[in-house]
C-alpha cells in the first residue's frame, strides 16, 4: 500500500467574529496517501475550503488554527528538524503545527500549491501573466538552494521593493529572471496554452476563464509540489473547459506522481478523479474511504441524500430529490450537542440526540462513518415526534425552499446545492 504523505489530525479551524465563535472546521481527521487523488466534497458552507487553505497555512485573522496536527512526510525535513523540534518529529513525519511559521512559509509554493476557487481575482491585474508564474519558480528556486530556516521572500534582490520599483520605472528591468521567465513559458506550454511565448506577455483581462484556470495550474505547478490543493478548480468553467481541465490535472498527477486534494461540491468531479474522498457537513468528515465506499457502500444518511440528489438523464421530466432543510449554523453558541444533520436527517431517532463519534464499517477496513447506523439499525432507537425540530428550533426539517432544491426541468442546481452536473 501506498505511504501517507499527510496525516490530518483533529484539525479544528474557527473563526472570531463579532456575532461569535464559528467552528468552520472542527476535529477533521483524514489521511492523504502519496500519488493519490483525494477528494473532499459537500455542501458550500460545510468547511471543505477552511480545510484546504488550513493545510497550506493560509488562515488569516479572524481565523486560527486552534487544534490538530497536520503530519507531512519529508525525510529530509524530519532530519533537519529532529534536534530542534523533537515533539514535531515522528520518524519521516513532522508535524507542521508544532514547527515554526517560517518553515511553513517555505514549504508554500514548493512542498504545498493550491489552485484558489477564482483565478480570476487570484491573478495581480497589475503584472503579467509570465511574470507572476516566473515569480512562483524564483520561490522554488530559492527555497531548493538555501536551508529552509534562511528561507525568505523579502531578502532576495530580485524580490526587494527597489527592484519592484525599478521594473516599473525602467521596463526594460524584468521584475523575474529571464531562466524564470523562460521556465514560465515552459509551464504554460505544460498545461496547453497556445502561442505560451506571446501569451506569456499578457495580463490577466487579456485571458479567458479557462485560460486563466490553467495559468492558474501552472503557476502552482511551478514549485513541483508533493501535494497540491485544488479548491473548486472547475468551477467557474463551462462543461468543456471542465473536461479539459481535469483530463489536464490528470495527466499532469500520472506525470509527476503529486499528490492531489480536490475540494469540490460536484460529486461528478469526486467520481472522475478521486481514489478516495471524505464527506463533509457542517465543518466535519462524516463519512470517508474509498470511491467504491461513498459511492455504493455508503452508510451516512447525507452521503446517501447528496447521491440521491443527483439529476439522473433516464427520468427526464421527473422531479429531483434534493437534501432538504439548510446547512446549521457553525455559530459555536447555536450549535446544538447531537447529530449536526439530525434536523435534514430521514433516519433521525432518539439516539442521534447524543453526539455519534467515527466508527469503522468494517472492523479492519478504512471506510469511516460518524453516524449511529454503523452501529445501529434504523429503528432500533425510538423514533423522534415529527414536529421535534420544528419546535425545538428554526430548522424545520421539510423546508421546500431549501438550499440544495434542484430544478429538473432546465437541470439547474442552485448555488448551494449538494450536487451539480
Ligand atoms: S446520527 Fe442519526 S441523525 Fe445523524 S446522520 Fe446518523 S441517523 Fe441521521
Known amino acids: 500500500m501506498r505511504e501517507d504523505v499527510l496525516r490530518v489530525d483533529g484539525l479544528s479551524t474557527r473563526f472570531f467574529t463579532g456575532e461569535g465563535q464559528v467552528n468552520a472546521v472542527e476535529n477533521v481527521s483524514f489521511d492523504v496517501r502519496e500519488g493519490e487523488v483525494f477528494g473532499i466534497v459537500g455542501e458550500s458552507g460545510s468547511g471543505k475550503s477552511v480545510t484546504g487553505l488550513s493545510l497550506v497555512d493560509l488562515i ?23 534536534e530542534e523540534f523533537p515533539e514535531a518529529v515522528d520518524g519521516e513525519y513532522v508535524d507542521l503545527r508544532g514547527v515554526p511559521e517560517a518553515v511553513r512559509t517555505s514549504l508554500r509554493g514548493t512542498s504545498f500549491s493550491m489552485i484558489f476557487q477564482d483565478p480570476e481575482s487570484s491573478f495581480n491585474p497589475s503584472l503579467t501573466v509570465g511574470e507572476q508564474i516566473a515569480e512562483a519558480v524564483e520561490v522554488q528556486q530559492r527555497a531548493s538552494s538555501r536551508p529552509r530556516s534562511t528561507r525568505s521572500r523579502t531578502d532576495s534582490e530580485a524580490y526587494s521593493l527597489g527592484s519592484l520599483v525599478l521594473s516599473f520605472a525602467l521596463p526594460s528591468r524584468k521584475y523575474v529572471s529571464q531562466e524564470s521567465h523562460e521556465r514560465a513559458i515552459e509551464l504554460l506550454e505544460m498545461v496547453g496554452i497556445p502561442d505560451p511565448v506571446e501569451r506569456a506577455d499578457e495580463y490577466p483581462h487579456e485571458y479567458s476563464g479557462g485560460m486563466l484556470q490553467r495559468a492558474m495550474i501552472a503557476q502552482a505547478l511551478a514549485g513541483e509540489p508533493d501535494v497540491l490543493v485544488a479548491d473548486e478548480p472547475t468551477t467557474a468553467l463551462d462543461v468543456t473547459i471542465q473536461a479539459q481541465v481535469l483530463d489536464l490535472l490528470s495527466e499532469l498527477q500520472e506525470e509527476t506522481g503529486m499528490t492531489i486534494l ?34 455504493r457502500d455508503n452508510v451516512h444518511p447525507y452521503t446517501e441524500g447528496l447521491l440521491g440528489s443527483v439529476p439522473d438523464l433516464e427520468s427526464v421530466g421527473g422531479s429531483l430529490d434534493p437534501v432538504r432543510g439548510n446547512v446549521p449554523s457553525l455559530l459555536d453558541h447555536e450549535m446544538e450537542d447531537r447529530c449536526y444533520f439530525a434536523d435534514r436527517c430521514p433516519k433521525a431517532m432518539e439516539a442521534c440526540l447524543e453526539r455519534p463519534t467515527d466508527a469503522r464499517v468494517e472492523a479492519d477496513g478504512d471506510h469511516l462513518v460518524k453516524c449511529v447506523l454503523t452501529e445501529m439499525e434504523y429503528g432500533e432507537s425510538p423514533p423522534l415526534p415529527d414536529d421535534y425540530f420544528a419546535v425545538e428550533g428554526d430548522n424545520a426539517g421539510n423546508d421546500d425552499n431549501a438550499n440544495g432544491a434542484v430544478d429538473s426541468s432546465d437541470g439547474t442546481v442552485s448555488a448551494d446545492g449538494g450536487v451539480s452536473r
Open 262 to 295: 480536490i475540494i469540490t461540491h460536484n460529486l461528478g468531479v469526486i467520481a472522475r478523479m478521486c481514489d478516495r474522498v471524505g464527506v463533509m457537513y457542517a465543518g466535519e468528515i462524516v463519512e470517508r474511504g474509498t470511491l467504491e465506499d461513498v459511492f
Open 60 to 82: 488569516e485573522s479572524p481565523g486560527e488554527i486552534t487544534d490538530g496536527e497536520l503530519w507531512y512526510r519529508d525525510v529530509e525535513l524530519a532530519d533537519e528538524l529532529s
